[in-house]
């Protein structure tokens, strides 16, 4: 029943959303230039990796050296518009008619942090990972990683059908509002891992 809930849901969406998304493609290229998509590999199901696709936020700027500038410089004011909007995530209906992804799920996150994770956090990789979560209607990106992994576990155990329309409902009133974007100083959320200075609680 949930695999039949993401492939009608994403299939709507696709065909409602088809002008917008197709806007935001010449959009993305005339302020941002090529590629049009961010494609990066996530982890899934069982920690079997796929290429998410988002739309690209960032510009490529880089330091004397050659190395990527950090996001927060990168991020133009074209690309905030489209994280706050949540319109970046458009081109990840494609990830969940593939079955690579899920409507509702612990969201995908980077390859790297998979030996980072202790056994209890690494089950979110139980389940598909999803374009939004319990997560991200409890607090998106204002969280600490421990909270949110510990609501990820929680979806694990708990998920259901009921659940997962309360998840979407709420995820579509977060994106009106617009809440939760950013975390501290950072674009969105802070590297996992990666300990904060001590004036970034």
């Given at each position: 029943m949930k695999r039949l809930l993401d492939i009608t849901a994403a299939l709507l969406a696709l065909l409602t959303f088809g002008p917008v998304i197709i806007a935001l493609c010449i959009a993305v290229r005339l302020k941002l230039g090529s590629p049009i998509f961010f494609l990066q590999e996530r982890p899934g199901l069982n920690q079997k990796i796929f290429r998410m696709a988002k739309f690209r936020t960032m510009t490529d700027q880089q330091d004397s050296k050659g190395n990527l500038l950090s996001d927060k410089i990168r991020l133009t004011k074209f690309g905030e518009w489209l994280r706050s909007t949540s319109l970046d995530e458009l081109p990840e209906l494609v990830n969940i008619l593939k079955g690579?992804?899920?409507?509702?799920?612990?969201?995908?996150?980077?390859?790297?942090?998979?030996?980072?994770?202790?056994?209890?956090?690494?089950?979110?990789?139980?389940?598909?990972?999803?374009?939004?979560?319990?997560?991200?209607?409890?607090?998106?990106?204002?969280?600490?990683?421990?909270?949110?992994?510990?609501?990820?576990?929680?979806?694990?155990?708990?998920?259901?059908?009921?659940?997962?329309?309360?998840?979407?409902?709420?995820?579509?009133?977060?994106?009106?509002?617009?809440?939760?974007?950013?975390?501290?100083?950072?674009?969105?959320?802070?590297?996992?891992?990666?300990?904060?200075?001590?004036?970034?609680?």
């Open positions: 690579e992804m899920s409507l509702v799920g612990p969201r995908p996150l980077l390859v790297s942090y998979l030996d980072r994770y202790s056994p209890e956090q690494a089950r979110r990789h139980e389940v598909r990972p999803g374009l939004t979560g319990w997560a991200q209607v409890n607090g998106r990106n204002t969280t600490s990683w421990e909270d949110r992994f510990s609501l990820d576990v929680w979806y694990v155990d708990n998920r259901n059908f009921l659940l997962d329309l309360k998840i979407i409902f709420r995820t579509m009133r977060i994106v009106i509002k617009r809440d939760g974007i950013s975390h501290s100083e950072h674009a969105t959320m802070p590297e996992f891992g990666i300990e904060e200075p001590e004036d970034h609680p």
